[in-house]
């Protein structure tokens, strides 16, 4: 082990230095506590053997010193003369680790360093097991991280929010707003939005992730697709043998399904005016009757309505009571459609695709650049239903290493234009110099142009010759224009 010995006197310095090399220690000496301090800046020691009674700096406050000092530990141990008993003993009540009595017994000094040396081989053990514990631990930390995410995937697939995610500021608001009506039991919730925006997907987070029971019933109905003779039995249930064709052992309704759930009423703006007048009545007083029952029965869930109708124009042409429109224009979300939220449109894009590839057990790789302004720049009517409605078209073909423009069921604004471009074996007309129609307005001469390059390039496989041969260009001229293209 390396020790300083800090004694003023010259002899005690030159005998303990000697001694403590045969036993086999590197030995460094110096004459008091201020010139201990400055060996120790200079070096590592790992045991300091010092007086107490020294002139500048004493032992005691040398001790004070070096467990004022955050650094490796020095094990501390004092030579008191017969009087300096009260102060060793408080020495070692401040840190040192044992004190020996003058004149130094050289067993008593080696039974104290194999003290030390048995110690800090006790430490060194210990240091490892807690490091190799550590490890082990940070492993099955994080295999059971990556279980918990596994069984989170597995639940949120469950539960239909497998296709939950958010790439956007506007999306994030959102669902934090939907997190605050969320926790409020009693709030009735109107989620506004474009058609395939994801309003169902809204209201299944609304659900578990903010009702105090996230295992209570969700209940999905669809008010355009009953029909609304059926409305009020279908939501509120009817007794056995209420009217012709009821079933004869009566049934509960989606009301009483949802118990102390949700019940998501998809399309509200499809109802018609008695069906309204009747959900309003559930609104008001939580209250209801089944189709030919008597027994009242209580409102336990929570109602989300969704539509993507503009409501308040609906109340203004009478097809929308006024007063059902104030009961659930309480608390409103609304899903912005794809178009205006495009920073998600690419990660969207590339996960669906991912997972649409995945079901069929082939791989996705990425978009060329193309592939991306192209995806980028359309204007996505259906918003996100159409777009992975396009993944899972596009996964039908692959696996894919890179997606180009080309390989996508669609090419822009050539979604609409493409039919009247193609040569038809019916009815279609053929592109050509006959006479056709002009639209109305902005019209894209730069894309015409592009699109009918790039269908004479892959009607030619991609044959530059071919190509320039059937488009009346020189290669050089094709090339040049490929090449400003883009990314085919």
């Known amino acids: 082990m390396k020790i300083l010995v800090v004694d003023d006197e010259p002899d005690v310095r030159s005998v303990l230095g000697k001694i403590l090399s045969k036993f086999g220690h590197q030995v460094k000496t110096v004459a008091d506590g201020c010139d201990a301090l400055d060996a120790l800046h200079a070096e590592n020691f790992e045991i300091v053997i010092t007086d107490i009674r020294m002139p500048r700096l004493d032992g005691l406050e040398l001790l004070k010193r070096l467990k004022e000092v955050e650094r490796s530990p020095v094990d501390v141990i004092l030579i008191t003369a017969h009087g300096d008993m009260d102060n060793a003993i408080a020495a070692m009540r401040s840190g040192a680790f044992d004190y020996l009595r003058k004149p130094i017994n050289l067993e008593e000094l080696e039974i104290t360093l194999e003290r030390i040396a048995g110690f800090r081989n006790l430490i060194t053990k210990f240091n490892r097991l807690k490091e190799n514990f550590d490890q082990h631990l940070a492993a099955k930390t994080s295999a059971l991280h990556l279980e918990v995410e596994r069984l989170r995937h597995l639940y949120l697939e469950e539960v239909g929010l497998g296709e939950l995610e958010i790439y956007s ?9 939907a997190e605050k009506y969320g926790s409020e039991p009693d709030l009735n919730v109107l989620i506004l939005g474009e058609s395939g925006t994801g309003k169902e997907l809204l209201a299944r987070y609304l659900h578990y992730f903010g009702s105090a029971d996230p295992l209570s019933p969700f209940i999905p109905v669809n008010c355009g697709a009953i029909s609304p003779e059926l409305f009020e039995s279908e939501i509120f249930g009817h007794e056995p043998g209420a009217f012709t064709g009821a079933n004869p052992s009566g049934y509960r309704g989606k009301v009483s ?7 998501f009423l998809d399309e509200i703006g499809e109802m018609s005016e008695a069906n309204q007048v009747k959900l309003l009545r559930i609104l008001d007083g939580k209250k209801f009757y089944r189709v030919g029952g008597n027994t009242e029965f ?15 124009r609906e109340v203004q042409e009478g097809r929308f009571r006024l007063d059902l429109f104030y009961r659930i224009n309480t608390a409103v979300l609304y899903i912005p459609p794809l178009r205006e939220r495009r920073e998600e449109i690419l990660p969207l894009a590339t996960r669906l695709a991912r997972r649409a590839a995945a079901k069929r057990g082939h791989n996705f790789g990425r ?3 193309g592939a991306e302004k192209l995806l980028l720049n359309h204007q996505w009517p259906g918003n996100v239903r159409q777009l992975k409605n396009l993944m899972d078209r596009l996964a039908l073909f692959g696996p894919w290493e890179v997606v180009r423009a080309s390989d996508i069921p669609f090419s822009g604004q050539a979604e609409v234009r493409r039919e009247p471009l193609i040569a038809s074996k019916t009815s279609k007309p053929v592109l050509g110099l006959d006479e056709f129609a002009m639209p109305e307005e902005n019209l894209n001469l730069d894309g015409l142009t592009k699109e009918i390059i790039i269908r004479a390039y892959e009607k030619h496989n991609r044959n530059i010759s071919k190509t320039a041969r059937y488009l009346g260009l020189t290669r050089r001229v094709l090339q040049t224009r490929l090449k400003n293209l883009g990314d085919l």
């Open 169 to 177: 500021d506007a999306m994030r608001n959102v669902f934090r707003l």
């Open 257 to 263: 399904a949802a118990e102390t759930g949700t019940l």
């Open 298 to 312: 209580t409102v336990k869930a929570r109602i989300v309505c969704a539509t993507n109708k503009n409501l308040e």
């Open 367 to 369: 978009f060329s650049p």
